[in-house]
Nanobody, 124 residues
Framework: QVQLVESGGGLVQAGGSLRLSCAVS????????MGWFRQAPGKVREFVAA????????YYADSVKGRFTISRDNAKNTVYLQMNSLKPEDTAVYYC?????????????????WGQGTQVTVSS
């Protein structure tokens, strides 16, 4: 059974930073490409960032490019999302996801595994 457990969410002021972590168990982590998605109240879940199995390539939504960085540590079975220069519009529940494919995807339906989510709230 594959489990993804996010941590690191919280309340931060605009302009601040947070680092989210997602620990993966039950599957060889290096066989999964990983992604981060978010869902704000009343909105659809949206793509944030993705990373290939090796970590050699990354992909970002335009809204977070230059502010967020996705990375992974295959030795620790963990994927990270470093979030800098946070804005109130970044407020959402953030989910990590994994798929059994080399590269990540922008589409949530293409991911096989999901975490339970972690709340990020950015105050103005």
């Amino acid at each position: 059974q594959v489990q993804l457990v996010e941590s690191g969410g919280g309340l931060v002021q605009a302009g601040g930073s947070l680092r989210l972590s997602c620990a993966v168990s039950g599957r060889t982590f290096s066989s999964l490409s990983m992604g981060w998605f978010r869902q704000a109240p009343g909105k659809v879940r949206e793509f944030v960032a993705a990373i290939t199995r090796s970590g050699g390539s990354t992909y970002y939504a335009d809204s977070v490019k230059g502010r967020f960085t996705i990375s992974r540590d295959n030795a620790k079975n963990t994927v990270y999302l470093q979030m800098n220069s946070l804005k109130p519009e970044d407020t959402a529940v953030y989910y990590c996801a994994g798929r059994s494919y080399y590269s990540g995807s922008y589409y949530s339906a293409e991911y096989d595994y999901w975490g339970q989510g972690t709340q990020v709230t950015v105050s103005s």
